[in-house]
């Protein structure tokens, strides 16, 4: 789904070093990684609050609060609203970067089935 938003959008391919330490950290190297990467992957398909995003994925809504704060914090998701109903988007910065984060997703995963095959 991130491949086709990349796709469709055109966005442009740069490399920058911080944001692919950052997109690297935040939806690889801590706990809570794949919830945030599938917060981000519905909030691209449709903006969503959180009580919603615990809906649709089926997380407790602590979870998914903590994990937008994360993101919010990181500057990945944007808060609109005022108060329980905030909806939530992704920001300029990680819709712009999309290919970066693909990039990531995609170094991991080749990683992790590079494991699978040793046993």
Same mark, same amino acid.
Request: no cysteine; proline share 3%; net charge positive.
């Given at each position: 789904m991130l491949r086709q938003l990349v796709e469709e =959008? @055109? #966005? @442009? $391919? /740069?490399k920058d070093p911080y944001l692919t330490k950052l997109f690297s950290e935040i939806f690889t190297g801590m706990q809570g990684r794949y919830? /945030?990467?599938k917060i981000i992957l519905t909030i691209a398909d449709s903006p969503l609050n *959180? !009580? =919603?995003l615990s809906? !649709?994925?089926?997380y407790d809504y602590k979870s998914i609060q903590r994990n937008l @704060? #994360?993101?919010e $914090?990181?500057?990945?998701v944007e808060r609109i609203g005022g108060g329980y109903g905030d909806m939530f988007f992704? *920001?300029?910065l990680l819709y712009k970067?999309?290919?970066i984060l693909l990039e990531v997703i995609e170094r991991v995963d080749r990683r992790l089935n590079k494991k699978k095959k040793r046993y």
């Amino acid at each position: 789904m991130l491949r086709q938003l990349v796709e469709e =959008q @055109e #966005i @442009e $391919k /740069r490399k920058d070093p911080y944001l692919t330490k950052l997109f690297s950290e935040i939806f690889t190297g801590m706990q809570g990684r794949y919830s /945030r990467l599938k917060i981000i992957l519905t909030i691209a398909d449709s903006p969503l609050n *959180t !009580r =919603q995003l615990s809906k !649709r994925l089926g997380y407790d809504y602590k979870s998914i609060q903590r994990n937008l @704060e #994360i993101l919010e $914090k990181n500057h990945l998701v944007e808060r609109i609203g005022g108060g329980y109903g905030d909806m939530f988007f992704l *920001t300029d910065l990680l819709y712009k970067n999309l290919p970066i984060l693909l990039e990531v997703i995609e170094r991991v995963d080749r990683r992790l089935n590079k494991k699978k095959k040793r046993y």
